[in-house]
């Protein structure tokens, strides 16, 4: 690749100031850009700071989780902190847990960081993953408690020498991939399944479930209501009960589906929980 930790930052730099609107709607434009508008967005901020320099095989996520369990695969978890690495906070400490993520922009020798955040607030005083806001930060090494994603990055244009990643592998025609990403892809699959399953009029199937956090950090806003959400929680009622059919995922719809797909019942709609849908949806199990 040839774009440099510059181009990253020269991108991220250029948004400082972008807020949600209307604000604690998580509504904004690099949510929109990703395909999954309406949910906390640190990295899909990220992600479209690397796209937009270029750097789009580097980073691609909206789950700080998922990014820190892929470099690990990809050997890309580091200790070291440098300009244009992605610096990584899980808040419990966990593998799974809510987290926050930004791109470092400096290092400093009283060992502090800055780093450029999507979804903070500008001070000390409001929240530091929910914040609605891209800012720049100054935190403490410690604060980012999983370290950093390492991005490989070319040097003024000539591409550091790596080796070729090994390419994931394509799911067959039909197949979602099983990586944990609740996308366009998986809701359309979910709503064709809760077409064929559920009585009444059909399901639009636009990919969109409505206002879903799609990630552990997980508070599904107050007056969600998705005719999406409806058929799921008749599904889920049928088949995993108990599960109330009001049109808002909470905590009973989510610990339904995790009876449903095997896993953990904690209430929070996290990666793990996507990755057994798709394979139930995969598997026609569903």
Known sequence: MTATATDVLNRARGKLGTVESPPSSNH????VWYGFDRVPWCAIFVSWCMAAAGAASQYRFASVAFSLDSARKAGRRTGEFRAGF???????????????????????SDGSVTTIEGNTSPGAGGSQRDGGGVWRRRRLRSYWNKGCIRIDFGQGGTPTPTPAPTPAPTPP????????????ATVSALQRRLNDTEPGPDLAVDGDMGQVVRSRNVTFPAG???????????????MAGPCGID???GPQT?????????VPQDGQWGPQTTV????????GTF
């Not at 992605?86 to 400093?108: F, K, L, M, Q, Y």
């Not at 025609?173 to 366009?184: I, T």
Request: charge should be positive; aromatic fraction near 4%.
């Open 28 to 31: 904004q434009e690099f949510g």
């Open 86 to 108: 992605v610096a990584c906070r899980i808040n419990d400490g966990s593998d799974w847990g809510p987290g926050h993520t930004g791109i470092v922009e400096a290092v400093h």
């Open 173 to 184: 025609a039909g197949r979602l991939g099983e990586d944990g990403d609740l996308g366009p």
């Open 224 to 238: 969600t209501k998705t005719q999406t959400a409806r058929y799921l929680q008749q599904r889920l009622n049928a």
């Open 247 to 249: 049109g808002e995922i």
């Open 254 to 262: 989510i610990k339904a589906l995790q009876r449903h797909v095997v």
């Open 276 to 283: 057994s849908l798709q394979r139930k949806l995969n598997q």
